[in-house]
């Protein structure tokens, strides 16, 4: 069963966000029905909100890449008809 929800947002917010999603294989829907799963999951929001710059969270987010390059246990998936789903998951 599903339900339907209706939220405001900025009108150059949700066409930039649109065009995200759609780069990346996703729809709005699917891009918040993963941000609500993975909120319930961690118990709490599953990003750091503070106030950076744009450069200071470009640094950050290519940290966390190579972390992620350099670990032997991180998951992934190499399957693009699959990745939705690990995405998910």
Do not use: W
């Amino acid at each position: 069963m599903t339900t339907t929800l209706t939220i405001r947002m900025d009108d150059t917010l949700k066409a930039e966000a649109e065009e995200f999603f759609d780069d990346i294989g996703m729809n709005m829907t699917t891009a918040i029905t993963c941000f609500f799963k993975k909120c319930l999951a961690a118990g709490e929001i599953p990003f750091k909100l503070t106030r950076q710059s744009k450069h200071e969270r470009l640094l950050a987010a290519l940290k966390e890449a190579r972390e992620v390059v350099n670990d032997p246990n991180a998951e992934y998936c190499d399957d693009p008809a699959k990745l939705k789903e690990f995405i998910l998951s």
